[in-house]
C-alpha cells in the first residue's frame, strides 16, 4: 500500500513562496506518474499540476502556469510543487496525488492513492 505525505504549507503573503514536498512510500514510486491537486472552501477539487514517471513531461492548470513548478526526485521518492507569485485565490488544501500509469493527467479519477493534505494560505 503506497502512502503519501505533503508537508510544506503554511501562511504566506501574496507575492511569496512557498515549496510543498510529497514523501511516497513503496518501491514503485519511479514507475508512475505523480500529480498536485488542491481544494478551497466551498469547491471541489482541482487539478494543479502533474509529471511523468521520469520526470519528463509535466502539465500545469491554466492558473497556475507560470508561477508553479512541480518536480520529483525518485532516488528519493519525492515529489514537489514550487510555488512562486503566490494569490489568494491560491488558498486551498494541497493534495499530492498517485496514477497507476507512467503518463500524465489531470483528471482526479485516474488517481488512486492520496495524502492528507496540507493547507496554503495566502493573505492579501
Known amino acids: 500500500q503506497v502512502q503519501l505525505v505533503e508537508s510544506g504549507g503554511g501562511l504566506v503573503q501574496a507575492g511569496g513562496s512557498l515549496r510543498l514536498s510529497c514523501a511516497a512510500s513503496?518501491?514503485?514510486?519511479?514507475?508512475?506518474?505523480m500529480g498536485w491537486f488542491r481544494q478551497a472552501p466551498g469547491k471541489g477539487r482541482e487539478f494543479v499540476a502533474t509529471?511523468?514517471?521520469?520526470?519528463?513531461?509535466?502539465y500545469y492548470a491554466g492558473s497556475v502556469k507560470g508561477r508553479f513548478t512541480i518536480s520529483r526526485d525518485n532516488a528519493r521518492n519525492m515529489v514537489y510543487l514550487q510555488m512562486d507569485s503566490l494569490k489568494a485565490e491560491d488558498t486551498a488544501v494541497y493534495y499530492c496525488?498517485?496514477?497507476?500509469?507512467?503518463?500524465?493527467?489531470?483528471?482526479?479519477?485516474?488517481?488512486?492513492?492520496w495524502g492528507q493534505g496540507t493547507q496554503v494560505t495566502v493573505s492579501s
Open positions: 496525488a498517485r496514477r497507476t500509469s507512467y503518463d500524465i493527467s489531470v483528471r482526479t479519477t485516474d488517481y488512486v492513492s
Open positions: 513503496g518501491r514503485t514510486f519511479s514507475s508512475y506518474a
Open positions: 509529471i511523468s514517471w521520469n520526470g519528463g513531461t509535466t
